[in-house]
């Protein structure tokens, strides 16, 4: 069936994060689309809702199938049962991996810039944030390997936080990439997490590499977990839900006995139905959601460089956020952020990403495309009447 991207749905007063805060916003914030979920998920909710009972649920066999076959057939990850483990989130879940590789004081190493909360879900726990800057290079950023093995001496680092893809800079790593990675990590003995909620927004002409995929061929499995979930990839973040993957008997069970200190293993019944539908039945919308994606991510290129040629512009190569860099057009964070919000635009402001993200700005382009046109023209007067104007529409 054909799906309609264009249709504008009004989620104000739904208690969407995304429109909560604002009424004559348009908001290209919080990582959410809003497109509708495919039709064989809200099915399989209909089908719950309309036996009527929702009692206490526990993952079926065909739950495992379906996750088992997603991941070896389209990234080669091959998975049993005892590798699969649930989680309310996958944020919930970096925080659980604090108690699972560390103790507190124990120095944790993220790259910058680094989607919010591994750095807070860091601090929090009462580890010791280090950071390696990407470099940008040829427009794009890279892993900093020199100083990443630098710091992992210096600090005698425990854990890596990985972001693969990458956001808020929307870098697929690649196989060589992840590679240099890992031997960096093994030669030091440094725990790996890998979250990979982005995975199935990897856009044409890249190709995601799942860590534990490398991480197990090398025979360093038993350092190293992905994350990943449903959630970003099919639209439902409110179901909350996601999974654990980990291929050492031992660290699996170390993981688990963690999530029952606080018996935070289960899922409600929902988040199981919409997994388990979205990977057997959700393909087809995922492929038409990407290709209206990739229209929209050419749609802001475009419009940018014709009418904001100095904002500096990251291609991604996963997902729908893009990041700008304002700097030709603000000397000061606050300032930038400010000025959008006083043209009716929300995007993030960059610096929530870290030292790397001084005035940048991260889009959200997975909006029907009227909207995403009217918040570019809301950027662009932003813009034109600020520090450096340059065109007219
Ligand atoms: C890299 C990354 N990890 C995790 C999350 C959120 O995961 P969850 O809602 O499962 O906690 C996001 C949401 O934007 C994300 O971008």
Known sequence: MQYNFDEIIDRRNTGSVKWHYFDDT??????????????????????????????????????????????????GLLLDKQNILFSPGVVPSLALMMNVFTEVGDAVLVNDPIYTPFMTKVEQNGRTLVTSLLKEVDGKYQLDLADIEAKIIEHKVKLY????????????????????????????????????????????????????????????AHNVVSLTSMTKTFNVAGIKGSMIFAKDDALIKKISQRQQLN???????????????????????????????????????DFLARHLPDIKVM??????????????????????????????????????????????????VACPEALLREGLNRVYAAFSGGFKPKLSL
């Open 26 to 75: 348009i908001p290209l914030w919080v990582a959410d689309m809003d497109f509708k979920a495919a039709k064989p998920i809200l099915k399989a909710i209909e089908q719950v809702t309309q036996h009527g009972i929702l009692g206490y649920t526990k993952p079926t066999a065909a739950l495992y199938d379906s996750i088992i076959q997603w991941h070896s057939s389209r990234y």
């Open 161 to 220: 936080l990985l972001c693969n893809p990458h956001n808020p800079g929307g870098r697929v790593w690649t196989t060589d990439e992840i590679e240099a990675l890992l031997v960096l990590c093994k030669k030091h003995d440094v725990a790996v997490v890998s979250d990979e909620i982005h995975q199935d927004l990897t856009l044409s002409g890249h190709t995601f590499t799942p860590f534990l995929k490398l991480a197990e061929a090398a025979g360093y």
């Open 263 to 301: 018996d935070e293993y289960e899922l409600n019944l929902f988040a199981y139905t919409v997994m388990q539908s979205a990977y057997e039945n959700g393909g087809e919308w995922l492929a038409q959601v990407l290709a209206y994606i990739e229209n929209n991510i050419e749609i802001t290129l």
């Open 315 to 364: 291609r991604p190569e996963a997902s729908y956020l893009i990041w700008l860099d304002c700097s030709a057009y603000a000397q000061d964070d606050q300032a930038l952020y400010d000025k959008l919000r006083a043209a009716k635009v929300e995007l993030n402001a960059g610096i929530r990403y870290g030292s790397e993200g001084h005035l940048k700005m991260r889009i959200n």
